[in-house]
């Protein structure tokens, strides 16, 4: 499974971003889809994820209200609408695939919002 992210940038604090995740391969096998976050000298933190059966919807705490994952299966595509963006949802983004066996990474896409 390959994992292409797209739309990440520079905003203001207070704007929007949408980031999208288009998957290729083998995606028979993705149980469920996501983003993560990661700041240089921190762990990766889970942003939110959405089943591939049923689309159920999970979310950090940080993030409810503002964010809002969702999918378009006929694409094999997730996306991450990010609203209200404040300077500490400044990280690298990543799509994150979970497959039956094995997890799957994009390559990581920027966002940073200034203050």
């Known amino acids: 499974v390959q994992l292409v992210e797209s739309g990440g940038g520079l905003v203001q604090a207070g704007g929007s971003l949408r980031l999208s995740c288009a998957a290729s391969?083998?995606?028979?096998?993705?149980?469920?889809m996501g983003w993560y976050r990661q700041v240089p000298g921190l762990q990766r933190e889970l942003v939110a994820t959405i089943t591939s059966t049923g689309g159920r919807t999970n979310y950090a705490d940080s993030v409810k209200g503002r964010f809002t994952i969702y999918r378009d299966k006929a694409k094999n595509t997730i996306y991450l609408r990010m609203n209200s963006l404040k300077p500490e949802d400044t990280a690298v983004y990543y799509c994150h695939a979970h497959g039956t066996a094995i997890d799957y990474w994009g390559q990581g896409t920027q966002v940073t919002v200034s203050s």
């Open positions: 391969g083998s995606t028979l096998n993705i149980n469920a």
